[in-house]
């Protein structure tokens, strides 16, 4: 069953921070996360494996909540080149089925 | 250099007709994958193959078949072409780890399927 992502779509001034939820309704073994731009694949952000870790790449972080089945996704001090729909995938074991969330769209503006 | 090379890049074609698309990867990797992304953008799961092994096969029509000669290698037919095939195919191709196969999905740059 395919995660849920909330918000579907947010709007920013550069410089403003944002946060992007996914959900699942299964427990999760792990959850990475995507950007895609418009005409081009997704790009690999980052994986958190069950155990709560957060992890960070210079300005963009996330988190993962096992008990709550949840990870957020956090972006500081947004650029315009974050701009794009990102998307979390998850997998309940750790067999390679990857499932995605139907993406949030991000746009950053001067 | 491409990690993951899909070919062809456009595909435009008639209902009832077959086509193939064809996905290598350079990188080493077992596992290989093939997702659709609808107009919607809902990236959606159809198979997987590791080491040329068919192992996640999702509900999807027959018509669809994937085909593994290597494990560098993946490719997608298509029987019988309808107007809800159309989307953006995308091959992707992700590597072992020590915690079982979870590691980053390297993408395809994608195939754009329009059927008329």
């Known amino acids: 069953q395919q995660p849920v992502q909330s918000p579907q779509a947010v709007i920013l001034r550069e410089g403003e921070d944002a946060v992007i939820n996914c959900s699942s309704s299964?427990?999760?073994?792990?959850v990475h996360w995507y950007r895609q731009k418009h005409g081009e694949a997704p790009v690999f952000l980052m994986i958190?494996?069950?155990?709560?870790e957060q992890k960070g790449h210079e300005k963009i972080s996330a988190s993962f909540n096992e008990k709550k089945q949840q990870s957020s996704l956090y972006l500081t001090a947004s650029q315009l080149s974050y701009s794009g729909t990102y998307f979390c995938?998850?997998?309940?074991?750790?067999?390679?089925?990857?499932?995605f969330g139907d993406g949030t769209t991000l746009t950053v503006k001067p | 250099d491409t990690a993951v090379s899909q070919t062809p890049k456009y595909l435009v074609t008639q209902m009832g007709n077959d086509k193939s698309i064809k996905c290598e990867q350079n990188?080493?990797?077992?596992?290989m994958y093939w997702y659709k992304q609808d107009s919607k953008k809902f990236l959606k799961i159809m198979f997987s193959?590791?080491?040329?092994?068919?192992?996640i096969n999702e509900t999807v029509p027959n018509r669809f078949s994937p085909k593994s000669p290597d494990k560098a290698h993946l490719n997608l037919h298509i029987n019988s072409l309808e107007l809800g095939d159309s989307a953006v195919y995308f091959c992707a191709s992700r590597p072992p780890t020590l915690a079982g196969d979870t590691g980053e999905l390297f993408f395809g740059e994608g195939s754009r399927l329009t059927v008329l």
């Open positions: 193959y590791n080491n040329k092994e068919l192992i």
């Open positions: 958190l494996l069950k155990g709560g």
């Open positions: 990188l080493g990797h077992d596992t």
């Open positions: 299964k427990a999760l073994y792990s």
């Open positions: 995938g998850t997998d309940n074991t750790n067999a390679g089925k990857s499932t």
